[in-house]
């Protein structure tokens, strides 16, 4: 994402989510000088439960007080190497399957309706980039979103925590935000008994099995009809009252 993302604007949204988007992007000093406008819109909108938001905040101050170098050390140790923290929503979903063509040209569809326009330097599947569009929404379209990729937040909730990532907050913020934080443990036994995807010998297979997968015909995904998308599009026209329900601030007022 552009630094000049960095500045929070105010917008029809959740101004929450832009500062959740900002805290997974990769470290800079921008990023630094900015954690004090982070805690306060943080602090300002109230959205999320008492104690998550003042962990978000003192997580912003120690990006601010943090060297620059290891920030950006232990970012791309945790979402650089390996796949089992990426960013990269439908990744989770379909891996690196024909499908998940599909399912981002139909993300960039509702992007496009929805007169967001996209940075070319990032995939559409992207979370901080999913989250800059969703803050441009109304409560009800963000519930049901969120509804929508719930399995895969309690995962990478899961897996952050069992690093003891920092990170982690944002995800269970978001669980939070739809009342699914409980969807974390059902996640935590399997994650738990995995097998790291990041260590060397793991890292050289992926390569491997990658130079063998590689084809021409791998251009044509795009041009496939996923199940997901077709998933996404029949829930969009489902009945509204199917949204999950943004908790507000009375409801977080009740969490202190």
């Not at 232990?74 to 990744?91: N, Q």
């Not at 989770?92 to 399957?97: A, I, P």
């Amino acid at each position: 994402m552009a630094e000049a993302a960095l500045h929070i604007e105010p917008v029809v949204g959740m101004r929450s989510l832009r500062v959740l988007a900002r805290l997974l992007d990769y470290p800079t000093a921008a990023l630094q000088q900015a954690a004090g406008d982070l805690i306060e819109a943080l602090d300002a909108e109230r959205r999320l439960p008492a104690a998550l938001r003042a962990d978000l905040m003192s997580w912003c101050q120690r990006i601010a007080d943090g060297d620059l170098l290891e920030l950006q050390s232990e970012y791309v140790a945790l979402f650089d190497k390996g796949r089992a923290h990426s960013l990269l929503l439908f990744e989770h979903v379909h891996g690196e399957s024909r499908d998940r063509g599909q399912a981002m040209v139909d993300l960039i569809d509702e992007y496009t309706a929805a007169g967001f326009e996209l940075d070319a330097r990032e995939l559409p599947d992207y979370l901080p980039l999913f989250l800059e569009y969703l803050s441009t929404r109304s409560d009800e379209e963000i519930g049901r979103w969120l509804g929508e990729i719930r399995h895969i937040l309690a995962l990478l909730t899961a897996r952050l925590e069992e690093r003891g990532a920092d990170h982690a907050l944002v995800t269970r913020a978001l669980l939070a935000l739809i009342g699914a934080e409980e969807d974390v443990e059902a996640q935590r036994e399997a994650v738990v008994g995995e097998t790291r995807d990041d260590t060397p010998e793991a890292l050289d297979a992926v390569w491997e099995e990658e130079a063998v997968r590689f084809s021409a015909k791998s251009d044509e995904d795009c041009a496939l009809q996923s199940a997901e998308g077709r998933r996404l599009a029949e829930r969009k026209r489902a009945i509204q009252g199917e949204a999950v329900r943004i908790l507000d601030p009375v409801d977080a007022a009740k969490k202190r």
